[in-house]
């Protein structure tokens, strides 16, 4: 092969008379990359990002001869690149910890002598607020204002910290809180597919590329804007002007041919993708999609496949530029000069998709004909776990055995709820929210949804006393079409009202059920229901009071609202009795898909979104009235229980301390298959009992405004004893008890997981982790990692990891280890083993390393192979330093002495 010099492909694009510079994909191919073309799209925009910043360091030419040998090698060869993202985004659960790390790497830059003011993001930073607002009020007109209310009293401290960020940060911007989720904002509005940045006295444009602190940035792989979710570690690296480190991936191909079926939407389409892929296996993996059923979906429909890709495992899920990418672009309200570059570049760069032409190549293909998609939900725990709607009824009394132990006898009790005239029982739908950001970038099933109410209401149909329902939209936009099409009042007559604008129930911000129902739901230990439109059911997620969790699309929503049972078969049985007392059933308030798509074209308009993005950063009057004191370190309060100076950078030196052997290292816990970061570190309600409420009340903090550990990521005092706090957790070391407990030893005491580790680091003892499959599934929450680093923990041993944090637990460094032959099912562990493991001064990507283990029971000595999932030359050194944030601020410390 040839070789490659990078500035020879730069050419001009002359677009409606304005001049761009860009990285010439086909001048590559004739200067020595042979046959690129015929790269999937995704990875053509990995290989543009290498041509354009090949410095002979980060990237060299190495890098780009093994994008084309990927051609024929598909991935299966393992070699590490650099990819920088054209800017970053953030929600603000993962985003307020990660403004506290670099305002105490400012500190920390400080004491070792240098400028604080090198702490500064180098790329466009987006935060957007969506995450905090809570379902405190629902079901009347006055709920919105309610909730925001609320929201404000509870978390003005963290407010006005990423107030202080935004003044204090360069290329650091905030959308305040009630504008939308940050995934369909940046879908609406921040992205541009094309990015444009002047530099060597020229405009140069390239794709627009992005990682987020959220695992759902995914989303905007459907206007083909390749970005995914990563540990708010990684984020502030990419902040700081450091490429994320990646092994070349593979690319899976999703043929998708024909057309959706009357009856059918995207949330069905998106269930049966996540289904397919899950088996399929595509965990660390590009999904890419193509053929000519691209042609029968809207982009809508596209984003919202794509925003599901870390329900399915894969890194992203990649759409090509087609023309519903330019359409949406103009109907979005996007600048007419960028419309028609992205149109230009797309086709310059062979990123633009006809219908009819050539695949690509691909690591491996399967196919959906989109005419086979049924009604369908997803549950009752993992969003991989479809269940077709003819069969839910029956699935669900299967699950009441399987999953929750409930027999025969006792599945169909029912339980007096005070001061009320009805009853509860297991299957009983409590929770009935539109929510989250998987559908509400979709209008077709917001359409759907309001025209189920509609028709529902004219039926005669209400929906079921012990339900509460919630509408938290994506945007201020979907309220303006649900207005304009005469569906918000049918809504609201069935409580679905508005509650907020942002991420509510989905991340566990459900709200508290009314007292007399969680009451009788803890009293009779019902296995209380949630029907959600968002993509995650992991369990004790939603809500502490229920336990099966449903998703659905937003018209399902509804009619599990009315009809108030997963025990109804609504494709065949009455979802309940209208007007003169006769039955409705589903079909008889289902819109048809032309009924749908017409009043879509009728309301969703242009001028909607330009009117709601045009002064995007201002907030309200609550928002403007936050006072923020200026300064470029921040004045910590060492009262407040939101937000703290965090331990990790104390005692840093410019050089790192050698790594030590793991030696006798205790066991916290024995975790099973598909422990999620929910698991890990639960994102919603705070109990009194537990460490974290119990820290809360010795801080004078009431229990009403515990908020949640989502909003206390401020604190590490909150997150350490959050870790492990998940209410449906089972550690195999206590198998009886539900919750964040172990036994300490050798005294064998059974108490909390924070409590034992504190002990463990009392007496100087290192502690390990030991899991199944899956390990860190979900959502790319950072805190699953540093709460593991900071109660002690050395290594986490498991049978396989997901991808975001398996990297986040090396940004954080804790070591991740894999077992090679056997699980720890065949070893027989109790809990009162003794770990060693030797060697690691020597430790490199993907090393085998032996585990030592003592059995105290015996005295007997076991070792088994491991494979150390350190995966590149970078991480190594991100390892080395003790995570990625004391190996950035070294260097940054170093470069300014």
């Known amino acids: 092969m040839a070789s490659i010099d990078s500035l020879k492909t730069r050419r001009d694009l002359t677009v409606g008379g304005k001049t761009y510079a860009y990285y010439s994909l086909p001048a590559a191919e004739e200067a020595g990359l042979a046959g690129i073309s015929a790269l999937p799209v995704s990875m053509k925009v990995l290989l543009e990002n290498l041509l354009r910043n090949e410095d002979g360091v980060s990237v060299g030419e190495a890098d780009l001869k093994a994008i084309a040998a990927w051609l024929v090698n598909k991935g299966s060869v393992e070699h590490e690149i650099s990819f920088r993202p054209a800017r970053v985004l953030m929600q603000d659960f993962t985003g307020v910890p990660a403004v506290v790390d670099l305002a105490a790497m400012r500190d920390a830059m400080t004491k070792l002598g240098a400028n604080p003011e090198k702490i500064n993001p180098l790329n466009p930073v987006d935060l957007v607020i969506d995450h905090s607002v809570m379902v405190d009020y629902f079901g009347t007109a006055k709920s919105f204002g309610e909730n925001v209310e609320r929201e404000y009293e509870r978390n003005l401290e963290r407010y006005r910290f990423l107030r202080w960020g935004s003044s204090a940060f360069n290329n650091f911007r905030v959308v305040p809180p009630g504008t939308g989720i940050c995934h369909q904002v940046n879908l609406e509005h921040l992205a541009q597919t094309v990015w444009t940045a002047v530099a060597d006295g020229a405009e140069i444009a390239y794709p627009d590329t992005v990682v987020g602190t959220d695992s759902h940035t995914t989303m905007v792989n459907g206007l083909s804007v390749l970005g995914w979710g990563v540990g708010g570690i990684e984020a502030e690296a990419a902040m700081l002007g450091q490429p994320i480190p990646m092994l070349i991936p593979e690319v899976i191909g999703f043929k998708l041919t024909g057309a959706l079926p009357e009856g059918a939407t995207a949330t069905d389409l998106v269930l049966t993708v996540t289904q397919m892929l899950r088996k399929k296996g595509v965990v660390g993996k ?430 590490h005092e909150v997150m350490m004893r959050g870790t492990f706090a998940n209410i449906r957790i089972r550690n195999k070391i206590t198998p009886d008890i539900e919750g964040g407990v172990t036994k300490h030893f050798p005294s064998g005491e059974t108490m909390a997981i924070y409590d034992a580790a504190m002990r463990y680091k009392a007496e100087g003892r290192p502690m390990v982790i030991f899991a199944g499959k899956e390990y860190g599934t979900g959502s790319s929450r950072d805190w699953a990692a540093k709460g593991t680093k900071l109660l002690g923990v050395r290594a986490v041993i498991a049978e396989s990891f997901e991808r975001i944090h398996r990297s986040n637990l090396v940004g954080m460094g804790v070591l991740p280890l894999q077992f090679i032959a056997e699980g720890w099912q065949r070893l027989g562990l109790t809990g009162d083993e003794i770990v060693t493991i030797r060697d690691l001064e020597d430790i490199a990507p993907r090393k085998q390393i032996m585990v030592e283990l003592y059995r105290a029971s015996d005295g007997k000595i076991a070792r088994f192979p491991v494979r150390c999932r350190i995966d590149t030359p970078t991480e190594l050194e991100y390892f080395k330093n003790g995570g990625v944030l004391n190996y950035v601020l070294r260097n940054l410390a170093k470069a300014d002495a």
């Not at 570059?341 to 989109?370: I, M, N, S």
């Open 286 to 715: 590009f999904v890419e999609y193509f053929g000519e059923g691209l042609a029968h979906l809207t982009l809508e429909d596209q984003a919202t496949i794509a925003n599901m890709a870390p329900e399915y495992g894969a890194t992203c899920g990649f759409f090509p530029i087609t023309r519903a990418t330019i359409d949406y672009l103009k109907a979005t309200g996007r600048a007419a000069d960028r419309v028609a570059l992205v149109e230009a570049y797309a086709k310059a760069q062979g990123f633009w998709h006809e219908p009819g032409a050539a695949d690509p190549v691909f690591t491996d293909t399967l196919e959906l004909d989109l005419a086979s998609v049924t009604p369908s939900l997803a549950g009752p725990k993992r969003p991989q776990d479809r269940v077709l709607l003819t069969e839910s009824a029956a699935k669900f009394k299967e699950a009441l055995e399987s999953e929750f132990s409930k027999t025969e006898a006792t599945a169909g009790l029912r339980f007096p709820v005070q001061g009320e005239d009805y009853t509860v029982g297991n299957g009983d739908v409590v929770i009935a929210a539109i929510t989250s950001c998987t559908n509400t970038s979709n209008p077709s099933v917001l359409i759907a949804a309001g025209l189920v109410a509609k028709n529902a209401v004219a039926k005669g149909l209400k929906v079921q006393p012990w339900v509460k329902t919630s509408l938290a939209p994506g945007s201020q936009v979907v309220t303006d079409y649900l207005a304009k099409a005469g569906l918000t009042k049918p809504l609201d007559a069935l409580g679905f009202n508005l509650v907020g604008y942002g991420c509510t129930t989905c991340i566990g911000n459900s709200g508290p059920l009314a007292e007399p129902i969680s009451k009788a739901v803890t009293d009779g230990d019902v296995v209380a229901v949630s029907v959600l439109s968002g993509n995650r059911n992991f369990e004790g997620r939603v809500n502490p009071d229920v336990r099966a969790n449903y998703l659905a699309s937003p018209p399902l929503v509804v009619a599990y609202a009315l009809a108030g049972s997963m025990n109804i078969d609504l494709a065949n049985e009455p979802i309940g009795k209208g007007k003169g007392n006769k039955d409705v059933y589903l079909k008889d308030i289902w819109p048809t898909n032309e009924d749908i798509a017409a009043l879509q074209r009728k309301v969703v308009t242009e001028k909607m979104f330009e009117t709601r993005y045009k002064d995007v950063f201002k907030g309200d009057k609550n928002w403007q009235g936050i006072k923020v004191a200026g300064g470029q370190t921040y004045a910590w309060d060492i009262g407040s229980t939101y937000v703290q100076n965090p331990p990790y950078f104390e005692g840093l030196t410019m050089e790192p301390e050698a790594i030590t052997d793991i030696v006798e290292a205790r066991v916290l816990g024995i975790f099973g298959d598909s422990i999620t970061t929910d698991h890990i570190s639960p994102a919603g309600n705070i109990r009194k009992t537990s460490p974290a409420g119990e820290y809360l009340s010795q801080h004078q903090v009431s229990q009403a405004d515990f908020n949640s550990y989502g909003a206390r990521r401020g604190n």
